[in-house]
């Protein structure tokens, strides 16, 4: 059975994120776009991202350009996420949410939730120390909102 300790990604910097060294952590897998809506998100994932990181908590950024927001290259995108929203958390290179080309951790994502299709950016998915996934946020859902659970799961 797969589980999300079976994953990797590859960060922007073309190093390998391997899933097993969040294990005992709990992590916040969100997918973004620079030109979103939504994007001004990041700075308040930045907050929960430094505010919780000493007591285990990670955030990833899984860039998509599935809804046509993404800027053209992942240094781009890279750039973009620091200086104006000051990230320091990992981001991915580009990665598909859904469809034929859909990357296999948001294939596993979506069927530990139930909740089908990712339907916008900034989609958020919650998983606790024990590498289950907790809860799946909309894209509304601003980062602040999640802190109680975020809470809750680092108190597990």
């Known amino acids: 059975m797969t589980s999300i300790y079976d994953f990797s ?14 294990q005992d952590k709990v992590l916040l897998v969100v997918n973004t776009a620079s030109k979103c809506g939504f994007a ?4 308040g994932l930045e907050e929960l991202y430094q505010k919780y ?15 046509h927001q993404e800027l ?5 995108t ?14 991915t290179k580009k990665v598909s ?4 080309n859909e990357d296999p951790l948001f294939t596993y994502l ?3 939730v139930g909740h089908g299709r990712i339907k916008w950016n900034f989609t958020k998915f919650l998983i606790g ?26 108190e597990k």
């Open 129 to 154: 120390r024990d590498g289950q996934v907790i809860e799946r946020f909309a894209p509304v859902t601003k980062p602040e909102k999640i802190e109680p659970e975020i809470v809750k799961a680092l």
């Open 97 to 100: 949410v859904n469809g034929g």
């Open 72 to 76: 053209d290259s992942d240094q781009e």
């Open 9 to 22: 990604e590859t960060e922007m910097n073309g190093f390998t994120i391997d899933f097993k060294d969040y």
């Open 110 to 112: 979506k069927d530990a």
């Open 53 to 67: 990181h000493d007591q285990g908590f990670e955030v990833l950024g899984l860039p998509s350009n599935q809804f």
């Open 78 to 91: 890279s750039d973009y996420c620091q200086i104006h929203y000051g990230v320091t958390f990992p981001m």
């Open 40 to 43: 001004p998100q990041l700075t």
